[in-house]
């Protein structure tokens, strides 16, 4: 879990950033969406409204109908660690309104998850353990971002479609596995605090906290969205969805006297210019790119034209 010291004098942020969230194990290197709660949480206490600004983008922002009904990720093998195949899914087959007689999913659940972590779900077999689906479960939002999802066989099925794999893989949660993830972001500025603009697009630079992994040497980037994830750990009953917001630093007079510590398990922790030249994992681009396009910030080299304006 992060770990952040805030006051209202703070000069210094410490963050440990560990890979974990609500269902999901904090070893896979797959898994970066970098849970900042405490930060979150702090900020609405600490912090007067004027300089945070917070928002949600809808799932709809990145998944079009035609998105909603596939997944590309979800289908890769083997398995993130281990060594299990899925059953191959013809794009043609993956959305469930299309008859497949002969679909035979392998079944897989890691043996960390069998082990019954505190933070997972038991196996549905279990006689002792009742599940409320689509609904909240005590302490478990057992409710898709995604809408209503179907049941079969006592079982949650993925609302976008087959993976080739049943079980929970490595996640905990039968059905959504809920993930919050901040992004932190100021305008880049000079020495004299003037916002610095793109030389060729002429649109204010935006940056965002970072954080490159030890392990995997990727860029860990929280996302801006809300909905299902195309996550290579998602199986034909257990999925990742994460809703994400965006902190922004209109004034730059507080970001700017906050130097960041990386913690044990981040290699780099540093402020970095979002534009499309970012190499960011999986489908994480587009999420940056929301963000600019909410802030009217810099993303592509491309200037604006008359006929453009």
Known sequence: MARCCLARTV?????????SAVGLPASSCHLLHPLLQPLREV????????????????MSSYYDSKEKSHHSKALTSPYPGSSVERSKVPSD?????????????VEYTAASILAG????????????????????????????????YKIE???????????GLVGRGLLGRWGPNHAADPIITRWKRDKSGSRIAHPVSGKNILQFVAIKRKDCGEWA???????????????DNAWLETE????????????DNMPLEAGDDAGKVKWVDISEKLKLYANHSHFIKLVAEKRGAHWMEEPVTDCQK
Request: glycine fraction near 8%.
């Open 153 to 163: 066989n006592g079982r949650p099925r993925n609302p976008v479609g087959r993976t």
């Open 117 to 148: 972590p505190k933070w997972a779900d038991p196996q549905i077999s279990d006689k002792h353990f009742s599940l409320k689906f689509n609904e909240k479960d005590g302490q478990v939002e057992r409710k898709s971002l995604s809408g209503l």
């Open 43 to 58: 900020a609405y206490s600490v912090y007067p409204a004027h300089w945070f600004h917070l928002y949600s983008v809808n």
């Open 221 to 235: 980037i929280p996302g801006v969205y809300k909905g299902y994830v195309d996550d290579p750990r998602n199986t």
């Open 11 to 19: 000069t210094v942020v410490s963050l440990t950033v560990n890979l």
């Open 244 to 255: 994400a917001v965006n902190y922004h630093d209109e004034s730059g007079e507080t970001m």
């Open 93 to 105: 087959k993956v959305g469930w309104l299309v008859e497949w007689k002969d679909y035979s999913p």
